[in-house]
């Protein structure tokens, strides 16, 4: 099964993040309820390892961490998604460095990557292709965002099936954050 573990975005930020999707041309997008930040993609993996990941996410002290927007932005050279930076934080990524741990401890292999905290709200591939011509324009339109900074206090286990119209999320497991950190 295909999982990863991220951290759902804060419900005020739900409707922003709506309007600049519609803002965007071309693309799929990410449905409202499907909005996270990624803190570790679990790739393919039996119930036994998820089932192990879910125990050491249960057995650890994860601390709250401050999700700080930083501006709307693409990824990639030829744009593979449009995406709401977040403020690199090391609460946050303390929090995906102990996530990335409870994975090692389940027997999942991740591969070495540089993490760029963002919430995806546009993917584009397939037939879903970036129209350049008005992708710039558009971005400079959506501008800042305007969102208040928050604290992410829940981790997600989900599952994510793949589907023509787009990757099918389900919850497995949640896991309440330790602590407070300053937004």
Same mark, same amino acid.
């Given at each position: 099964?295909? /999982? ?7 419900? +005020? ?5 709506v309007? /600049?999707?519609? &803002?965007l ?8 309820d499907? !909005? ?7 790739? *393919? ?7 192990a ?8 002290? $994860?601390? /709250?961490? %401050?999700?700080? %927007? ?12 449009? #995406? $709401? *930076?977040?403020?690199? *934080?090391? /609460?946050?990524?303390a929090? @995906?460095? &102990?996530?990335r741990?409870?994975?090692?401890a389940?027997?999942?292999d991740l ?8 919430? =995806?709200? +546009? ?10 011509? @008005? ?8 501008? &800042?965002?305007? !969102?208040?900074a928050? #604290?992410a206090? $829940?981790? #997600?286990?989900?599952?994510?099936? $793949? =589907? %023509?119209?787009?990757? #099918? ?8 954050l330790?602590?407070a950190?300053?937004?």
């Amino acid at each position: 099964m295909r /999982a990863f573990v991220g951290i759902p975005v804060p419900e +005020t930020w739900i409707t922003p993040l709506v309007r /600049a999707q519609k &803002a965007l041309p071309g693309g799929r997008d990410v449905d409202p309820d499907d !909005l996270h930040v990624t803190l570790a993609f679990l790739d *393919d993996q039996s119930e036994d390892r998820l089932e192990a990941m879910h125990e050491a996410l249960e057995t650890r002290a $994860l601390a /709250a961490a %401050p999700l700080r %927007p930083a501006g709307i932005a693409t990824l990639g050279d030829t744009p593979r998604a449009v #995406v $709401l *930076d977040l403020a690199p *934080d090391r /609460a946050l990524t303390a929090l @995906r460095d &102990a996530v990335r741990g409870a994975a090692r401890a389940a027997g999942i292999d991740l591969p070495r990557d540089r993490f760029r905290p963002h919430v =995806t709200l +546009t993917r584009f591939g397939g037939r879903a292709k970036p129209d350049m011509g @008005r992708l710039p324009r558009a971005l400079e339109g959506i501008g &800042a965002p305007d !969102l208040a900074a928050e #604290v992410a206090r $829940l981790v #997600v286990l989900w599952s994510s099936t $793949l =589907t %023509p119209d787009g990757p #099918v999320y389900e919850v497995l497991a949640n896991y309440q954050l330790r602590g407070a950190a300053d937004a």
